[in-house]
């Protein structure tokens, strides 16, 4: 990779707070701003999937494009869903959602995305359960 001279260092720096504030990374919504959320688990190692998509293994940071307000940016059902799975025998997978605003044409209600998340993965989840029998 050739890097640039130091002549053209000034204009560079120049072109990138000129273009850097002014558009999101492709794929994301204009007018979003990158929030982290770091996903903890009882159980270090747990599969994390945020709307269905595998985003790594606990603990780790996961970037969620915001609003600038800090809540969550409307998309899909309406929720934004996370999911930890257990990592051994005896623990449950862990659900949270939480609402983006997209079922309600811009007066839904979206809530705060969160700084941290945790699951504990030996809590039996709350709800309605269905067990097939073999």
């Known amino acids: ?26 794929g994301h919504p204009s007018g979003t ?15 994390i999937e945020v709307d269905g998509e595998y985003v790594g293994v606990s603990p780790l940071k996961v970037t969620i494009w915001g609003d600038r307000d800090g809540t969550f940016h409307g998309g899909g059902d309406g929720h934004t869903v996370f999911k930890a799975y257990p990592v051994k025998p005896g623990q449950f997978m862990q659900t ?10 811009m007066f839904g209600q979206e809530d ?5 998340l945790y699951f504990d993965l030996n809590q039996k989840s709350q709800g309605l359960e269905i067990t097939i029998p073999k």
Do not use: W, Y
Not at 12 to 18: D, I, R, S
Not at 33 to 47: A, F, H, K, N, Y
């Open 112 to 116: 705060r995305v969160p700084r941290r």
């Open 33 to 47: 701003v990158p929030i982290e959320v770091l996903v903890e688990t009882s159980d270090p190692g747990s599969r």
């Open 1 to 26: 990779m050739k890097l640039p001279s130091q002549h053209s260092l000034p204009a560079l720096a120049v072109l990138l707070l000129l273009t850097g504030c002014a558009s999101t990374p492709e």
């Open 96 to 105: 949270k959602s939480f609402l983006n605003g997209a079922q309600q044409f």
